[in-house]
């Protein structure tokens, strides 16, 4: 069956792999900044910018089956040189638009809909430098635990923790040969995460071959967040 997707971001990256696969047997609304990457893609784009923009459900259906908010950061400095408006960047971006945007859209998800989140490995596994992102995405993790218990049985709400993936998001870190190694050996399985990697788990949650899960934190990290090999 086809259904009513919305992207919040996906016009590059994690939200661009998703959408790439989605919209083959879906009708898939993406609402971004901007349209670059989804030339060619049987796709709705929306102009919005989560951080200022309240959403035009207009040109969104009546009934949504599936919601996945993408937008996300990557400020990876010590904390003694993290700004409190680096914090409160990051929560806005990640965790307050999210909000903002599920309060606009929950009551056009339908009975049997799934919402997916994004999250980080960094939230369970401490790692030095990523006390903001950490935070904002924390936020995210307690507050999805808490809707899919709310809204069990009619809604599932899932999130997925990724390490590092390349993505232009990520591009600073990954820019060059060297850094792409030191990041690859890192992870137990020797690579650093693709987009795909992580719009397949996406699409699973999304889709009826997960309609027993909710409530999950998914880590798709390389083993980073469970095995030890050094």
Same mark, same amino acid.
């Given at each position: ?59 969104? +259906? ?12 990557? #400020?990876? *400095?010590?904390?003694? /040189? $993290? &700004? ?77 923790? +990724? ?12 820019? #060059?040969? *060297?850094?792409?190694? /030191? $990041? &690859? ?46």
């Amino acid at each position: 069956m086809s259904k009513n997707i919305l992207l919040i971001g996906g016009s590059h990256g994690i939200g661009l792999s998703l959408a790439t696969q989605l919209q083959k047997n879906n009708k898939v609304f993406v609402a971004s900044r901007t349209k670059e990457g989804l030339d060619g893609l049987d796709v709705t784009h929306i102009p919005f910018d989560a951080t200022t923009d309240d959403l035009d459900v207009s040109h969104l +259906p009546e009934e949504l089956h599936g919601f996945v908010y993408c937008p996300g950061s990557i #400020n990876l *400095k010590p904390f003694k /040189m $993290m &700004s409190l408006e680096t914090f409160e960047e990051d929560m806005q971006l990640n965790f307050f638009s999210m909000v903002k945007t599920v309060k606009t859209i929950i009551g056009k998800m339908v009975e049997g809909g799934s919402m997916v989140f994004f999250s980080t490995v960094a939230v369970g596994t401490g790692m030095p430098f990523h006390t903001s992102v950490a935070a904002a995405k924390g936020a995210i993790e307690g507050f999805a635990k808490s809707m899919a218990a709310e809204y069990a049985p009619k809604l599932r709400v899932n999130v997925v923790a +990724p390490s590092l993936v390349d993505t232009p998001l990520a591009g600073r870190l990954l820019n #060059n040969d *060297k850094k792409v190694e /030191m $990041m &690859s050996q890192r992870h137990p399985l020797k690579r650093v995460g693709k987009p795909e990697d992580i719009a397949n788990i996406a699409l699973f949650l999304l889709s009826d071959d997960s309609t027993w899960m909710t409530g999950q934190i998914v880590g798709v990290d390389g083993g980073m967040s469970t095995l030890n090999i050094s």
